[in-house]
């Protein structure tokens, strides 16, 4: 069965803390992930990558980075972590072009900052 | 700017009848269409698309509908089960590559 691993399903952080979200692959997938889902706001693309090396902001790329180093990881980056960034993260791939079946999602991280 | 638009946050529904979630999108170059399910504290599983050159696609107890002249589609459950309970999201291909999403509707299925 295919999967997207995330790291943490829980995580508590203080205000101005460097937080990273880790989120691991194992279908060979060209394309990865990371949104936020808030009440009311639905899911809000952060970044996404198309390839080892590659990313591209999203929506909402403020107040976040990410990288990927091999094809099979890709990590979300807050660089000072901020009460309004607690949030469900979620982490998605595909391949490089969409099947009709879409994303593959991971489990999801809950960060609270505090 | 919202491509994608569920316009009811949730819905309540006896068990064994009928629910229907909507859907609306502005953008006319969406060319398939999505609903996801989404339990507390999983992630999105996929539940059911449909292409832009169709107006139906049943699968079991799910039908999704496309109004591409209203630009709206709409998910059917029947009969609905208290497992439905969820969020379902729908999302829309903008592109080779990426998804757009809805705000969700969170679904109850009362005994």
């Known amino acids: 069965d295919v999967k997207v691993t995330q790291s943490s399903r829980y995580l508590v952080k203080r205000t101005g803390e460097k937080v990273f979200l880790e989120c691991v692959q194992d279908?060979?997938?060209?394309?990865m992930f990371w949104y936020r889902q808030d009440p009311g706001l639905g899911l809000r693309l952060i970044y996404f990558?198309?390839?080892?090396?590659?990313?591209e902001k999203g929506d909402i790329p403020e107040g976040y980075s990410v990288s990927r180093e091999k094809k099979e990881r890709f990590s979300l980056i807050l660089e000072s972590a901020s009460t309004n960034q607690t949030s469900m993260y979620l982490c998605?791939?595909?391949?490089?072009?969409?099947?009709?079946?879409?994303?593959?999602f991971g489990s999801g991280t809950r960060l609270t900052v505090v | 700017d919202q491509q994608v638009k569920q316009n009811s946050p949730s819905l309540s529904v006896q068990e064994g009848r009928i629910s229907i979630l909507n859907c609306d999108y502005t953008?006319?170059?969406?060319?398939?269409f999505l609903w996801y399910k989404k339990y507390p504290a999983e992630g999105p599983t996929f539940l059911i698309s449909?292409?832009?050159?169709?107006d139906k696609n049943e699968d079991g107890r799910f039908t999704v509908f496309l109004n591409k002249s209203a630009k709206h589609l709409s998910l059917h459950i029947v009969p609905s089960q208290p497992g439905d309970s969820a969020v379902y999201f729908c999302?829309?291909?903008?592109?080779?590559?990426?998804?757009?999403f809805g705000q969700g509707t969170r679904l109850t299925i009362n005994p």
């Open positions: 998605a791939s595909s391949l490089v072009f969409l099947s009709v079946n879409g994303y593959t």
């Open positions: 279908m060979d997938h060209e394309n």
């Open positions: 990558s198309y390839d080892v090396k590659m990313k």
């Open positions: 953008n006319s170059m969406f060319d398939y």
């Open positions: 449909i292409s832009s050159i169709k």
């Open positions: 999302a829309a291909r903008g592109g080779a590559q990426k998804l757009v």
